[in-house]
């Protein structure tokens, strides 16, 4: 009965059927979450998990059928590392080259050259988690001393029963497009915690329903000028056949945390007074719309699977002894996680290309009085919608192949655009240093290199 429901409901709607079960397991979140508020929130936890546990399994099997046994099985096999294997670098090894090969694994076997919607999908948020998992309760057997203020709020300090590890990974909130957080957070959750009502349900319905909204109206904006902008455009004679000026401005179009908020896993405490409900805030919606620089929409943008890597990896690569190497390792890690098409890894690549010349360039206005001066002047108003058409404009260069996937396809946009991206910050980034030259004092100049 219900296949025939949703086939006609994708044929109304335009989309495929695999988006219209997505959009309604999101959806389905909101009732699961009133459930939990309404008659759960006093529980034991072992009723919660069983809650969250086959809530999540349902939402599994209505999108994916009998594929679900793939995260029931990782999730199984993580709970077993963490309890045969203890609180050993052996764990953590084992655990992040068996869930990133089962991982990769299925992506080898399920890639098309399209973005299709299937177990891999969620299975990428879920090895994050018990990677995640596993460090977390690595670093709750060390010394205090020995952690940094992020692990010391996410390490556990026993190890999770099998029931809390499935709730935990199967979580409605998060199971299928993230976001990610820590068992600690969960265990929070599960504990009645996280509220700013003690011993209540939190007053977290209108927070929710204002991110719900402002999701619904972004949801609304794709769906009417979507159909005017698809990737496969880039591929036409008609795309080929525009002026070059053409070609560019049209990769410059192109550029369920409310779910977490009901529930109470969105409460991040108080600040100035003030009940914050951003712990699974994933975007920053205004910053990503005003910002002129390409590290303001990368911070803005999935933050929490940014802040797991900076957590877990790059914060991890300290003994290296060096930004630059911990950075590039960083970047690596997620275009294997994103997966085994080139475009992941051009994409990345290209990020840290613009991300290296935005600092230097920064690092020249700040320490350049001239550019300074300009910079803070009342000219600045025609500066920002210069540097804002430069930042949408290479914004979406390096998203095209992240989209388009395999080199055959990127690669015959970026020649219909003559490779002006890699031309434009590869001139950059040679020609910066001889401008700091010209526009820094010299003065400055050995007071940096002091530094």
Known sequence: MAAPLLEKLS????????????????????????????????????????????????????????????????????????????????????????????????????????????W???????????????????????????????????????????????????????????????????????AGELTDCPGKP????????????????????????GPSYPDSYYLTDEYEAQPFWYRCVFILLWGKEGVCILTGLGYNGVVEGKHRWDACANMKVWLFETTPLFGGTISSFNINTNAWAARHVFKRLKFLGNKTMSHVTTLLFLTVWHGLHSGYILCFSMEFLIIIVERQALALVRDSPLLTNLANSHLYPLIYVVQQFFHWLFMGYPLVPFCLFTYDKWLKVYYSVYFC??????????????????????????????D
Request: hydrophobic share 45%.
């Open 120 to 190: 891999t999908m969620p299975h990428c948020v879920l090895t994050l988690k018990l990677i995640g998992l596993a460090f977390d309760y690595y670093d709750g057997g060390k010394e205090p001393s020995q952690l940094n203020s992020e692990q010391k709020v996410s390490a556990l300090p026993s190890v999770p029963s099998l029931l809390e590890v499935y709730g935990f990974s199967y979580f409605y909130g998060g199971f299928l497009v993230g976001p990610q957080f820590t068992l600690r957070s969960y265990q929070k959750l599960v």
């Open 202 to 225: 939190p007053n977290s319905v209108v927070p929710a329903m204002k991110r719900f909204a402002l999701g619904f109206l972004c949801l609304v904006i794709y769906a009417i000028f």
């Open 421 to 450: 991206g890699h031309v434009f910050f590869i001139v950059a980034y040679l020609i910066l240093p001889y401008l700091r030259k010209v526009l820094v004092p010299k003065k400055e100049r050995s007071e940096k290199k002091q």
């Open 11 to 118: 044929e109304s709607l335009g989309s495929p059927e695999p988006a219209v079960r997505l959009i309604l397991s999101i959806l389905i979140g909101y009732p699961f979450a009133l459930v939990y508020r309404s008659f759960l929130f006093h529980q034991p936890a072992s009723v919660i998990h069983l809650f969250h546990t086959f809530s999540g399994l349902a939402l599994a099997a209505f999108n994916f059928g009998p594929q679900l046994y793939h995260s029931a099985v990782c999730i199984f096999v993580q709970f077993l590392m963490l309890r045969l294997m203890g609180r050993t670098v052996t764990s953590v090894l084992s655990s992040f080259t068996f869930q990133m090969l089962y991982l990769l694994a299925g992506y080898y076997y399920t890639a098309t050259e399209e973005y299709d919607i299937k």
